[in-house]
């Protein structure tokens, strides 16, 4: 095989199956869910950051509110009748504090990396970026869904070690919608994130406070986070059985906490409330639904308002997606409604007996959003998702492309162009690709001849093309891209020149070669 470390590692994890190395080694004791006692912690809401006063803008045109947010290590509670965990994240809470922000009005933030100089996760140093000598502790912060200058995006190999900052510019030139921050450090991203370095970052704007949504105490955010969380209340990442080779593709828990507490309850009033959803979990995927048969609202995706209220009974939710909803708990006075995932329960939600006025508005339109035709764009990509095997068909690393992370950046849209992104799953699994920087429209999915893109590259559909579900039919930066399938995306390319990155959601995946830098670039350049 091809040289490199990378490689090397992997092709050691194959042959180390072939040789019948001794088994994964077995994981340590879990907490027992069954045990726990459910409904005794209430859903707590992260505190909002508050700036530290105000500094002149990187245009030294104007003083802006500057904050400063700290990366550490704490210990909070997921559960009354657990142990303290260990967490490193923003400020002292997970999710950390959630930036409250206004379209069109810039703010600075200093990330400071205050954490501990060696990791409490297992580092596989084979992984590009995560070379041993590199600091373990390195962070860097990446706005998810922000239009942000390329300095200030958080720029994967812009990590840095603890002991040092980076002051970053978000301008906020954008629509309100639900962004979120968290990690995007060079090969240790799946276990920044899973340590807690996740965070709101909320953009309003008038046109959105004109449609007299639920606001103030009746609009929740329900951040979504699965761990694996040991008897002693420590998250745990597994590990295969080479030690210098502990990458797993992929990290599902045995708890799913929301807002950092598992199985709480939230009490409402019997009314009209937004509740703002983010999965931010390293690789699951939900299906959430109330055992009441109640329909959420979605009124909102990941980059904002939907142009109509579209009613969902169970709603998907990717890695890195958000979903924005209503629910009208008016008719469930004195009830007590159950928020699932599939078969499995999140929280309870205690609907108050006594009647209260309700003013707030689930206005029967929301916000245009202009279809982008599809004659608009100049080219169209042909990007594949593949995964490449070990030799007893488990997963050693995925690429896009057919290319790796270091090779030339490829993907070089002219500022100010739209362009189809033509996604073609090889894969079994479906992997939700995001673009930093835009905010595109899904066009279509559509079932492909697997084995004849892959061994005669021939592009041949099996079905018709389904257009996106109408939920995902507002502006998205997050799409499923469904296994064996082609998916279409329109993209216009607004906001900086400069390099981004583009990348599958699943942090296991992601870390492990399933990320490009793409970038933009002025029309002369071409
Ligand atoms: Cu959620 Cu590269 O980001
Ligand atoms: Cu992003
Ligand atoms: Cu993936």
């Not at 998250?235 to 709480?264: C, D, H, M, R, S």
């Not at 206005?363 to 100049?378: F, G, H, N, S, Y």
């Not at 992104?421 to 697997?450: C, G, K, M, S």
């Not at 699943?506 to 490009?516: A, F, G, K, T, V």
């Amino acid at each position: 095989m091809i040289g490199g470390g990378l490689i090397t590692a992997a092709a050691r994890r194959g042959i180390a199956q072939m040789a019948h190395l001794p088994p994964m080694p077995p994981a340590p004791r879990q907490l027992d869910l069954e045990r726990l006692a459910p409904f005794v912690d209430p859903l707590p809401i992260p505190a909002v950051a508050k700036p530290l006063g105000k500094r002149l803008n990187p245009s030294r045109r104007s003083q802006v509110p500057f904050y400063k947010i700290p990366i550490q290590e704490f210990f909070s509670k997921i559960h009354r009748d657990v142990p303290p965990t260990r967490f490193w994240g923003y400020g002292n809470s997970v999710p950390g504090l959630t930036i409250e922000a206004r379209s069109g009005e810039e703010i600075l933030i200093e990330w400071l990396n205050r954490l501990p100089a060696k990791h409490f996760l297992p580092i596989d140093h084979n992984l590009m970026g995560a070379e041993t000598g590199v600091p373990e502790s390195r962070i860097v912060v990446h706005v998810h869904g922000g239009r942000v200058p390329p300095d200030s995006d958080g720029w994967p190999e812009a990590c840095y070690a603890p002991g040092k900052s980076a002051t970053y510019h978000y301008p906020n030139r954008q629509e309100a919608a639900l962004l979120w921050y968290h990690d995007h450090a060079m090969g240790i991203n799946r276990l920044n994130v899973c340590a807690g370095m996740a965070g709101l970052y909320v953009i309003r704007d008038s046109f959105e406070d004109g449609l007299n949504l639920p606001k103030g105490d009746y609009e929740i955010p329900l951040v979504l986070m699965d761990r694996m969380i040991r008897a002693d209340g420590q998250i745990y990442y597994p590990v295969t059985q080479l030690p210098e080779a502990p990458w797993v593709p992929e990290y599902f828990g045995n708890a799913v906490l929301i807002n950092g507490k598992l199985l709480p309850y939230l009490d409402v009033q019997p009314r009209k409330y937004r509740l703002r959803l983010l999965n931010a979990s390293n690789g699951r995927f939900y299906f959430l639904s109330l055992d009441n048969g109640a329909p959420f609202q979605q009124i909102g995706t990941d980059q904002g308002l939907l142009s109509a209220p579209v009613a969902v009974s169970q709603l998907a939710i990717a890695p890195g997606e958000r979903a924005d909803v209503v629910v009208d708990f008016a008719a469930y006075r004195g009830q007590r409604v159950l928020l699932k995932n599939l078969a499995s329960t999140l929280m309870e939600i205690r609907v108050a007996q006594e009647r209260l006025a309700d003013p707030s508005a689930l206005p029967q339109t929301l916000r245009p959003v202009p279809k982008i035709a599809e004659a608009e764009a100049i080219r169209t990509r042909k990007l594949s998702l593949q995964e490449l095997d070990n030799l007893v068909g488990e997963p050693m690393t995925h690429l896009l492309d057919g290319k790796r992370w270091h090779e030339p950046v490829s993907e070089k849209p002219v500022l100010g162009t739209t362009e189809i992104w033509e996604f073609l799953n090889l894969t079994d699994d479906a992997h939700p690709i995001h673009l930093h920087l835009v905010r595109f429209q899904i066009l279509d999915r559509r079932n492909i001849d697997v084995s004849a893109y892959t061994y005669e590259n021939k592009l041949r559909y099996t079905a018709d093309a389904v257009p996106a579900d109408p939920n995902e039919a507002g502006w998205k930066d997050t799409v499923r891209v469904s296994p064996g399938a082609s998916t279409r995306i329109i993209v216009k390319f607004e906001g900086y020149t400069g390099r981004y990155v583009w990348h599958c959601h699943i942090l296991e995946h992601e870390d492990n070669e399933m990320m490009r830098p793409y970038e933009i670039i002025h029309a002369a350049k071409r």
